[in-house]
Nanobody
Framework: VQLQASGGGLVQAGGSLRLSCAAS????????MGWFRQAPGKEREFVAT????????YYLDSVKGRFTISRDKAKNTVYLQMNDLKPEDTAVYYC????????????????????WGQGTQVTVSS
């Protein structure tokens, strides 16, 4: 199983990027797919995820209204549209997926996800 993330880059504050993560080797039709990020010297933190059975998105409070997560189940792909980027959004972004359903309270925990992508760097300059 592989998760291939892409779309990172260098952008000025206020700019936009769209991350993509394509899964291969198995489908994740019943489990959540989402994004985490890790800035230098900090722990990995939850950014956004989308449950599969109700297609409901969940977001880190600081990205609400700026980031939008979406999924294309037919393509086994999850996207993260990031608008109005800020320097504090600078981090390596990782996509993650879980093979089965999980309770809502666990969706924001990195330990709930079975598979991880390699990470893509997002750098926002001020």
């Amino acid at each position: 199983v592989q998760l291939q993330a892409s779309g990172g880059g260098l952008v000025q504050a206020g700019g936009s990027l769209r991350l993509s993560c394509a899964a291969s080797g198995r489908t994740f039709s019943s489990g959540p797919m989402g994004w985490f990020r890790q800035a230098p010297g900090k722990e990995r933190e939850f950014v956004a995820t989308m449950d599969s059975w109700n297609n409901r998105p969940y977001y880190l409070d600081s990205v609400k209204g700026r980031f939008t997560i979406s999924r294309d189940k037919a393509k086994n792909t999850v996207y993260l549209q990031m608008n109005d980027l800020k320097p504090e959004d600078t981090a390596v972004y990782y996509c993650a997926a879980r093979s089965g359903r999980i309770v809502i309270s666990a969706l924001r925990s990195a330990g709930s996800y079975d598979y991880w992508g390699q990470g893509t760097q997002v750098t926002v300059s001020s």
